[in-house]
């Protein structure tokens, strides 16, 4: 059992950053994928980005609307991803979830992913 617990939601101006933390409780593994998702209000849940390992080095993807500008990195010893979120838009306002799929190698889709965290709220004002 995982347990994920997002944080460094808030509310930015267009053009800004924010970096998100996502802490996992459990036992996770390098195959395992981290990834980020996203679900604006009416919305359905989408893909951010997330990182996995098939040995050495990590691997990361992300969507295309992010590419660029977004950056998620990952920490082993303290068992943290992290979504390093710059030139931010209005359009990138949404909760965004820490999500863990357990040998998905950086997979896109929801129902890939085992676990979910609660989600932190981003708001970027135009």
């Known amino acids: 059992q995982v347990q994920l617990v997002e944080s460094g939601g808030g509310l930015v101006q267009a053009g800004g950053s924010l970096r998100l933390s996502c802490a996992a409780s459990?036992?996770?593994?390098?195959?395992?994928?981290m990834g980020w998702f996203r679900q604006a209000s009416g919305k359905e849940r989408e893909f951010v980005a997330a990182?996995?390992?098939?040995?050495?080095?990590?691997?990361?993807d992300y969507a295309p609307s992010v590419k660029g500008r977004f950056t998620i990195s990952r920490d082993n010893a303290k068992n943290t991803v992290y979504l390093q979120m710059n030139s931010l838009k209005p359009e990138d306002t949404a909760v965004y979830y820490c999500?863990?799929?357990?040998?998905?190698?950086?997979?896109?889709?929801?129902?890939?992913?085992?676990?979910w965290g609660q989600g932190t709220q981003v708001t970027v004002s135009s």
């Open positions: 999500a863990v799929g357990r040998g998905k190698y950086g997979s896109g889709v929801v129902s890939e992913y085992d676990y």
């Open positions: 459990g036992r996770t593994s390098s195959s395992d994928s």
């Open positions: 990182t996995w390992s098939a040995g050495k080095p990590y691997y990361a």
